[in-house]
């Protein structure tokens, strides 16, 4: 899907999180806007709630007081009680997020919502002044920016136009005509290389690196600035080949300043127990400081740009 370049204010887009006093999302304070789809199916996704385009209901069972507000206003049928046990059934389930509405102990939570251009920057200005003084502004990120191109477009635009640094993170898996019509109104790219070598690129989520190694090199073509961000995961691709590929990567690009090493943390598996997704990798236990550290050692050791932990 390539984006409309016309796409106006008026445009929405399915978001589910907005992150104020973000720092680890480009310089400075920002706020950071989370929008859901993601081309990507990465075995270590930490943010398994934003791969879905649209809206998700999830459950965790630890919250539930077993009161039943649930079941009685689904409109589908989906909740019931067995005993003093709740069960949802998800097959049937439509989204509409009236059991979360319900449910004051936060046990259901509807993750996604329509928004538009001009709600969500109204949303991101009330924190300029903090920008203003820290050199921050607007990232967004998701899930995928480019899975939404033209609210992604519009929304850019918008936060050019109100004075905002903006940066934007993407997994680089879109048509380069989407980046092409963004490219002026980001500051910043905050670009994730997560795997060197195609094959293993695959494995690890879903398709191959040739596109997105194709597009990040256009963009760098076309006098992008851009930190690449790489997620390090113990035992799949912590390896020297990896890490010095990223080194040669960061070498060869003018508008590299900066790449990240993004170790391994289990985080992301409350958030799939919640919604009921299987975690490929188990029992996985973050990277220790010990480990960051080396891979850090040895990614900077080949590299003229800095190597900081993400």
């Known amino acids: 899907m390539s984006v409309t370049v016309e796409a106006g204010p008026k445009v929405t887009g399915t978001i589910f999180d907005i992150k104020k006093f973000a720092v680890h999302d480009g310089p400075g304070i920002r706020t950071t806007v989370f929008l859901k789809g993601c081309p990507l199916r990465c075995l270590w996704c930490h943010n398994p709630e934003s791969v879905e385009r649209g809206p998700q209901v999830a459950y965790r069972l630890d919250k539930c007081i077993g009161c039943g507000s649930c079941v009685r206003v689904c409109p589908a049928g989906c909740h019931r009680m067995a005993g ?55 990232t967004l990120s998701g899930g995928e920016p480019m899975a939404q191109p033209a609210f992604t477009a519009a929304l850019l635009r918008a936060a050019k136009r109100a004075g905002l640094h903006t940066c ?23 670009y994730d290389v997560k795997e060197t070598d195609a094959a293993k690129h695959r494995e690890y989520t879903g398709v191959d690196n040739r596109l997105i190694l194709e597009n990040l090199v256009r963009l760098d073509s076309a006098g992008a600035r851009t930190i690449l961000r790489c997620p390090i995961i113990p035992g799949l691709n912590d390896r020297a080949s990896h890490f010095a590929e990223l080194a040669k990567l960061a070498n060869r690009l003018a508008g590299v300043v900066e790449v990240n090493l993004m170790p391994y943390h289990p985080y992301g598996s409350s958030k799939g127990d919640a919604l009921e997704r299987v975690n490929p990798l188990g029992e996985l236990a973050a990277a220790t400081r010990e480990q960051a550290d080396a891979w850090l050692a040895q990614v900077q050791a080949a590299t003229r740009v800095p190597v900081r932990r993400g």
């Open 84 to 138: 003093e046990l709740h069960v949802f059934d998800r097959q049937g389930c439509v989204q509409c997020g009236a059991c979360a509405q319900a449910c004051y102990m936060k046990a259901l939570e509807r993750i996604g919502r329509e928004a538009s251009v001009d709600e969500v920057l109204g949303e991101v200005l009330k924190d300029k002044r903090y920008f203003e003084k820290s050199g921050g502004g607007l």
């Open 168 to 190: 934007l993170d993407t997994c680089g898996q879109a048509p380069f005509e989407n980046y092409r019509a963004v490219l002026e109104h980001v500051d910043l790219f905050l």
